[in-house]
């Protein structure tokens, strides 16, 4: 069994993807945070079920079925592809710019700190199948 197989591995390289994502989206909003215009955006949430399914090979919603084990199975959804959405915290400024440094630094925090979790969880996983093999 490889390691990319093991579905909770999966789970948490997904999320590790999404949040990097958001963290980058979050970043374009402070960067622009005096453009006039600019529209504060977010990524949406991760639906867990839908992360689930993806996961355990379950979603098959592309309409390709693999009728062979030679074939390809190509999933509909593949990591990196997040959707993202406006999401202004706050009323736009006279100069149409809806980004609150503020609510942006929150988010930037909260974001990075679920990021560590993950990794954390991750490296333990890890560090579990590590002695349950006998390598320490």
Do not use: C
């Amino acid at each position: 069994m490889q390691m990319a197989d093991i579905p909770l591995l999966g789970m948490l390289r997904e999320r590790m993807s999404w949040l990097n994502a958001r963290q980058d989206t979050l970043s374009q909003n402070v960067a622009n945070a005096d453009s006039p215009g600019y529209l504060a955006r977010d990524l949406k949430p991760m639906n867990f079920e839908d992360m689930m399914k993806r996961v355990n090979g379950e979603s098959q919603s592309s309409g390709l079925t693999t009728t062979n084990a030679m074939h390809i199975n190509i999933k509909a959804s593949q990591p990196g592809n997040y959707a993202g959405e406006d999401a202004p915290d706050t009323e736009a400024s006279v100069s149409g710019n809806t980004v609150s440094l503020e609510s942006e630094m929150i988010k930037v925090s909260d974001t990075q700190a679920q990021f560590q979790a993950a990794t954390n969880l991750y490296s333990k996983a890890i560090s579990m199948m590590r002695t349950a093999i006998g390598n320490p």
